[in-house]
């Protein structure tokens, strides 16, 4: 009798137990989900930003379909938040969709900040997006601020003020200006020496800088090798 009673409570114990760990399991199994169409959203954008074609329409909309499928099975994931914001603001960049159809953005970087509050990088892209696509300046540079409490010279940050800072320059008020300055002789010597110059560049900086770079490095070696890339002639 008492093996008959072992076998019932087997039977019932097994299927319960495969429920549970079926149940345990779940959350992984989402999460690899998601991450199965997040990564070539992710990879899309990096394309893109290193490209000096903008992206088709076909492409971005391969990117939203990707970053909607990561979002259905974790909706609630900062980053694939973020990256949903980046890809509609790609397709805005290329001319695909109007500044009305990015009003959703600022609310999904303050949704994703609130969930990350020391995530530095959700500040810049917040910040740039605010520069950029809304015009507002002074917004912007307040998301700048608390990027650079958070990760001051984390590359995506560097990038984003540089790239907001050079491009509206007139607008930027004096402390603004002294900041950057100093930002970018900080840069100079480190990891983030080529892309400061390669942004400087872009944004035809380069008399600006030289003018500042040329008093400020001290080092002969560094000095002249600054000066031979921003200011040739001099």
């Not at 601020?145 to 001051?152: C, D, N, S, T, Y």
Request: charged share 15%; aromatic share 12%.
């Amino acid at each position: 009798m008492s093996r008959f009673n072992s076998q019932v409570q087997r039977r019932i114990l097994i299927p319960i137990a495969l429920v549970l760990l079926a149940a345990a399991m779940w959350p992984v199994l989402k999460a690899s989900l998601a991450s199965l169409y997040y990564f070539p959203a992710a990879y899309a954008v990096e394309q893109w930003q290193q490209s000096a074609e903008k992206p088709e329409a076909k492409q971005i909309e391969q990117a939203k379909s990707h970053i909607a499928a990561a979002l259905h099975w974790q909706p609630d994931n900062p980053h694939y938040q973020l990256m949903a914001a980046k890809i509609a603001e790609w397709g805005w960049f290329s001319g695909l969709l109007s500044t009305d159809a990015l009003s959703a953005n600022e609310q999904i970087y303050q949704q994703a900040i609130a969930q990350r509050p020391d995530w530095p990088v959700a500040y810049a892209d917040y910040g740039y997006f605010l520069a950029t696509v809304l015009q507002r300046l002074t917004d912007a540079w307040l998301q700048f601020a608390l990027a650079e409490q958070h990760g001051a010279f984390l590359p995506e940050v560097h990038e984003k003020i540089l790239a907001v800072a050079f491009a509206n320059w007139p607008a930027l008020t004096v402390a603004q200006k002294a900041a950057v300055f100093r930002r970018v002789q900080t840069a100079i010597g480190g990891p983030l020496q080529a892309k400061t110059i390669k942004l400087i560049r872009q944004y035809k900086q380069q008399r600006l800088q030289c003018l500042y770079l040329r008093k400020q490095l001290t080092e002969p070696a560094l000095r002249s090798q600054v000066v031979g890339q921003l200011c040739p002639q001099g």
